[in-house]
């Protein structure tokens, strides 16, 4: 109806007479609210003839009311009525859709577990990472001379007879660096990452070799023929054992908690002089689990850094080693490697939690 349209009841009452209709026929609140808006909003018949009421002879706007008064309760009782049969009709839609076959089989699918040595291996790098130093991942299949010559081993060191290193058979390989006639092995130590460091990377060098290492052991509750070190190996101006001590302490922190602490027992080894054994203490579930064995490390022995072509007497460095087995079995007092390698998924589960 126009605006300043006349009063028509008989207009407005079929109008009405056509939203309640289709009020019968609706079937969703969607369609419901459509029709109220449609014959009941500011454009409707209906409002426009309420308003033309005004207009009208004061004699008649009585009766107009009345009508007006009539067909609103009507539009309203029929859409108050559907409106309710609607909803129930939705919620029992609902309701059926959202059912659940507690019979049906579920998805047993088990997620598996991360294993906690990689794990491990990422947070040692994190801890060398957050000091600045570069992580280093060297081949592991090694010229005899990264592994054992350029470390100072002499030729006759046990260490490269074959019940400890593995050869790799059609040797005489010629290296990345040019080595002709080196014999080729599976590095035996992370060490072997040192030289190779030092000639590609140059001075002043901080970084660790996280990494696989190989030895002809047989797999007991100590020992894995497979298992993994990180080297750590630092070469500037100026470098001494408190230097190496403060990093082995600070490393101990990380690993195994506020209280770990280090000590260094005189040692031997070819390519550090001096050498200690790296010991390690931290108080654990049972409140004090006493020194323990955790690597070895000392001062870059002089042969080691002319191996690289460097002046030790304007030089110095140091470097340590630990195995990640060790510091993983240690840290949470496993007993046997068996459990690190046989790949249980239940084993690697407990570990899942702190990721
Ligand atoms: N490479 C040694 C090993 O496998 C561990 C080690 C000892 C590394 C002393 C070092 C070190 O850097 O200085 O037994």
Redesign the pocket.
Known sequence: MAEGAVFDAQAVTDAVAEGIAKIENASSMEELKAIKTQYAGAESAMTQASKAIGALPKDQKKDAGKIMGKLRADFGRAYGTKEQQVKAEEEARALAAETVDMTLPVNRKPLGARHPLPKLMEDVEDFFISMGWQISDGPEVETEWYDFDALNFGPDHPARQMQDTFYVKGNQAKDAAGFVGSNMVLR????SD?VRGLLTRGVPLYIACPGR?FRTDELDATHTPVFH?V???AVDKHLTMADLKGVLDKLAVAMFGPEAKTRLRPSY?P??EP?AELDLWFPDKKGGAGWLEW????MVNPNVLKSAGLDPEVYTG????VGVERTLLLRHDINDMHDLVEGDVRFSEQFVMGE
């Open positions: 035996t130590q992370t060490s040192q290492v070190q080297e750590a190996l080894f390519f550090t050498s690597g070895g490390c000392g140091f470097a340590f080693g």
